[in-house]
């Protein structure tokens, strides 16, 4: 039988506020436990929360982003129940009335030119408090509590099941880590579980209507465990299935050291989680004066400006994509062009797409740690773009860029000069090396009046390694034709 | 100076005639001597309110004395005050030492007032006889064999007994107006949101209020001057111009329009409290005050919405009372779900686990729709009943209980009988409305009979001005009780 998969995600997102999103709290990483707790974190009797609007405006970004409704009103409840990285005994969340409501995002489905365009719908996004931390290691027999995180502003974004791969899925958790990392309201970090994925996953027989069964794999922190996690549970799926077993609905884990999913608990032992608006919290009224205020400073964003670059500098739907990937990129991209001039966008975004990204890759840097600067990359294509240097040339330069420049300092012109990277273009020079070559190398010559092609192709190498490369390959194939003809 | 008015122990602290260290040293000489039996403070520091004191009269001496300034006052045991055990009448609480001041105990410090103590009261403000606090009830100085009221007992019984001059209180369903009219004392509780309830131990957040309970509605109007305030810390909190409770009190009543409900004069009205009250009635007329039938129809539904929403919401507040991080924890458990049980278990009484279950049920799945939808919507009617009702007459008179104080033990295991002394406040807690209860006479037992005027939202100055003119002509408020 032929199977389809659906996914659906729940992300968290951790919102960028400084302090907590109902106390005054801060929310830095990686503090000493619980010295980021304070009264109303750790829900002494009678606290009460303040909610913070900077966590609202976030929602309000989020929404606009996604080209959602959003709320007017909307309620905070009290989602019940019991765990001791849980002070109050409930979770302050949104339920019935979230701030965001529908949207949309785009993701490229398939690889190059097959790339398609696949519509995801966001269901929901609502404001919420992260728990505690519950560490299980280190104290024998017992559990330790930080509270550090217990009430950091989250954003839960809620897709609907629009998803039909695990390359689908992390397409779109590519996107949404794009764009709220891109509007501000995310850090993105994953390590720090800043942006934390939950995958509901069902398959159904190709062609029937209803879903199948789901199960929710938790937390899952990188695209690859993303990846993995989704390719494990269909498969197990499948096999359950064709093995006559029927789909419990349940909530699993990830186990990134095997690779599997294990059950963590059934629906039967699902909660009651007995929501009601919070009556320490007045509903949130958001104004049109506020919404349009916001709108107004919103940036360009990745899915508009995407479609900008194929349209004005005529770039394939990858490399916009690539070139978007992340808002400082774009930056970059933009910022090399202004200088390098709307011509060689291509060329740019080449040498972006390529050469840099390949460079950030194998050092393990982000483009905001990169070691050249946009005026610097404009003068290397600006040089390509003249003739100064061949590709090849211009390779060696970026290196000594990449490993010697910092931001400032070398200037591409300098690292020619000093180098002797300059292209060699002037055609007595290069006459009078071929010249040389052709009267050290007469046995090609004759192989080439002979009749073989190759032994040209020869000699064009030992004219390029006679100027150690500098020489225009292209020049040289004319003066060589011209003088073997 | 027992019985003296905060206005007589102020006058006696400008003049010099006594220090707030003395005075604070006289009531705690007689809550030595009388608290023992009466049962009205669960936490007495003696050395705390004497340094209060002295710092107040180091205020004074600077010149930066406030008008309350060295004038103790009690606190219920519901506010947390920094340095003193809070304990809120439950054995959950009881090590709990709170770290910081709720915004009332800020005010109050503020104005230079020491802390006589912390008052009993019934557990978590679940009750209305003082009976469920965990450290024992508290005794009515008119009858040491009945109950004060409650659930802010002890603050009611000590201002009566004259162990204080003045208490702070709180109430979500009658918690302040019941005790008062049990125990013979003035009581208010203000509008929701004019007192702060950051630090004031949440029963059931969206009904309760803090208010004052005193001698007299002057000595009520001089406590809520410093009660009342905005208070960024509660989201609930309202911000407000500052005002003059007491402005309004020298105001004769001529033209005041008193609405008197006709399901508050029904059959449930008899004996001796209908008699005070229509005496009452008779006395306002002298002052000048015309009065008006209104009808609250929805206001017989006021005791059933009331237990749906306040253990709805009591169900989650107490929530973090889980032997986690303070307070109680079972000594023997097996794993962290037989902690919680057995914290929980041996942790609360059971009256307030009765109400845990009848807010985890109305809440549950299922069941929420067609207990707390209801509920809120029943609350909405009867906020409408008083709208409509405040367009013919200025406030609302009626009796604040419908008997006197009852026997200890009387209606202890009968919980719907002890909820239905709540009948006439209730209604005025789910509507957010101001209420107080003052003296209004006697029963054939010599027992304290209280009235209840319900003003429109922020009337409290009205209100006030009203009961202060009826204890110009009237010396109710003025009786003590026999042997105190």
């Known amino acids: ?485 | 100076m027992t019985y003296h008015s905060l206005k007589q122990l102020a006058g006696q602290l400008a003049t010099g005639k006594a220090s707030s260290v003395e005075l604070c040293q006289d009531y705690l000489a007689r809550i030595q001597a009388r608290n023992p039996d009466l049962n009205a403070f669960i936490t007495v520091d003696a050395e705390r309110t004497l340094a209060e004191a002295r710092a107040a009269d180091a205020l004074r001496a600077a010149g930066n004395a406030g008008p309350l300034t060295g004038v103790p006052i009690a606190h219920k045991d519901i506010f947390c005050a920094e340095g003193w055990l809070t304990t809120c009448g439950s054995k959950m609480l009881y090590n709990f030492v709170s770290p910081y001041d709720a915004h009332v105990i800020e005010q109050f410090k503020k104005a230079g007032m020491p802390t006589l103590g912390k008052t009993n009261m019934d557990e978590f403000a679940m009750g209305s006889s003082n009976e469920t606090s965990y450290y024992g009830p508290v005794k009515n100085p008119w009858d040491m064999a009945r109950v004060p009221g409650g659930s802010s007992g002890g603050s009611a019984a000590c201002v009566a007994a004259g162990l204080a001059p003045a208490a702070t209180g709180t109430d979500t369903g009658g918690s302040i107006r019941q005790p008062a009219a049990l125990c013979g004392i003035t009581g208010l509780k203000p509008t929701y949101g004019v007192v702060s309830r950051y630090g004031m131990i949440a029963f059931a957040s969206s009904l309760d209020q803090g208010g004052p309970m005193a001698r007299s509605a002057e000595d009520c109007a001089l406590l809520l001057n410093v009660m009342a305030g905005f208070d960024g810390r509660d989201s609930t909190s309202l911000e407000r111009e500052q005002e003059d409770y007491a402005r309004d009190l020298a105001k004769p009543l001529n033209g005041l329009r008193i609405g008197l409900p006709k399901e508050f004069f029904g059959e449930g009205l008899t004996g001796d409290t209908a008699k005070a009250v229509q005496e009452a009635i008779a006395q306002f007329k002298k002052l000048g005050a015309t009065t008006v039938e209104v009808s609250l129809p929805n206001s017989g539904l006021s005791v059933a919405a009331y237990y749906v929403i306040a253990p709805a919401e009591a169900s989650s507040n107490l929530s973090r009372f889980d032997g986690v991080r303070y307070g109680y924890r079972t000594p023997d458990y097996t794993d962290l779900t037989d902690m919680y049980e057995k914290t929980r278990a041996e942790g609360f009484g059971s009256e307030v686990k009765r109400r845990i279950l009848i807010g985890t049920y109305v809440l549950s799945h299922g069941y929420y729709d067609a207990y707390y939808i209801q509920a809120q919507k029943l609350r909405r009617l009867i906020a409408q009943d008083f709208a409509e009702a405040y367009r013919q007459c200025d406030v609302i008179l009626g009796p604040t209980a419908p008997t006197t104080a009852f026997k200890l033990g009387e209606k202890a295991d009968d919980p719907v009988q002890m909820y239905l002394s709540d009948i006439y406040t209730i209604a005025v807690n789910l509507a957010g409305l101001p209420g107080m209860s003052l003296p209004c006479g006697f029963d054939g037992q010599g027992l304290p009979i209280g009235l209840q005027l319900i003003g429109d939202y922020f009337s409290e100055a009205r209100m006030l001005n009203v009961a202060h003119q009826y204890q110009l002509a009237t010396d109710w408020h003025q009786r003590t009780p026999g042997g105190f």
């Open chain 1, 1 to 485: 039988m032929q199977w389809e998969t659906v996914i659906g995600l729940e992300v968290h997102t951790q919102l960028t506020t400084k302090s907590k999103i109902f106390s005054g709290a801060s929310t830095a990483f990686g503090a000493e436990p619980n010295s980021q707790a304070c009264q109303v974190d750790i829900a002494l009797p009678g606290v009460l929360p303040v909610l913070n609007k900077g966590a609202v405006e976030c929602g309000i970004r989020f929404g606009l982003a996604i080209g959602a409704k959003l709320n007017r009103v909307n309620v905070f409840d009290r989602k019940n129940y019991f765990y001791p990285d849980l002070p109050k005994g409930y979770q302050i969340s949104q339920f019935p009335l979230p701030i965001v409501e529908g949207g949309s995002l785009d993701i490229q489905v398939g690889e190059g030119d097959k790339a398609v365009t696949k519509t995801i719908r966001i269901t929901r996004a609502h404001l919420e408090e992260d728990a505690g931390k519950s560490l299980h290691e280190d104290f024998h027999g017992m559990t330790g509590i930080d509270l550090n995180r217990a009430g950091t502003p989250l954003l839960e974004i809620v897709s609907e099941p629009d998803m039909r791969s695990a390359a689908e899925a992390v397409a779109y958790a590519k996107a949404l880590h794009t764009l709220v990392t891109w509007i501000g309201t995310c850090d993105g970090n994953m390590q720090e579980g800043s942006f934390r994925v939950d995958a509901n996953v069902s398959v159904r027989p190709v062609g029937q209507q209803e879903f199948g069964t789901r199960r929710e794999i938790k937390n899952l922190n990188s695209f690859r465990f993303l990846e993995q996690a989704i390719n494990y549970e269909v498969r197990w799926q499948i096999e359950q299935i064709e093995d006559g077993h029927k789909i419990q609905q349940a909530t699993v884990l990830f186990d990134p050291d095997t690779g599997e999913t294990r059950m963590m608990r059934t629906k039967e032992d699902a909660h009651d989680y007995r929501y009601f608006p919070d009556p320490d919290l007045l509903p949130v009224k958001l104004d049109d004066d506020w919404i349009d205020r916001i709108q107004a400073a919103m940036p360009e964003l990745p899915g508009a400006m995407r479609a900008r670059f194929q349209r004005d500098y005529g770039l394939s739907a990858y490399d916009a994509l690539g070139l978007t990937s992340q808002r400082e990129m774009a930056t970059f991209f933009t910022d090399t062009l202004a200088l390098a001039g709307e011509a060689n966008a291509k060329l740019v975004a080449n040498w972006l797409q390529g050469e840099v990204s390949a460079s950030l890759n194998r050092d393990e840097k982000d483009i905001t740690q990169a070691p050249i600067a946009p005026a610097q990359l404009a003068d290397l294509v600006k040089r390509i773009a003249d003739g100064t240097l061949s590709n090849k040339l211009a390779k060696q330069v970026f290196e000594v860029l990449w490993t010697e420049g910092d931001q400032h300092g070398h200037s591409v012109d300098a690292i020619i000069e000093a180098k002797g990277l300059k292209q060699m273009s002037d055609s007595g020079e290069i006459e009078r090396i071929i010249d040389e070559v052709l009267a050290q190398n007469q046995k090609n010559v004759e192989e080439f009046k002979a009749g073989k092609e190759k032994a040209f192709n020869a000699l064009v190498g030992q004219v390029m390694k006679a100027t150690k490369g500098k020489a225009n390959p292209a020049q040289v194939n004319e003066l060589l034709k011209r003088k073997l003809a």
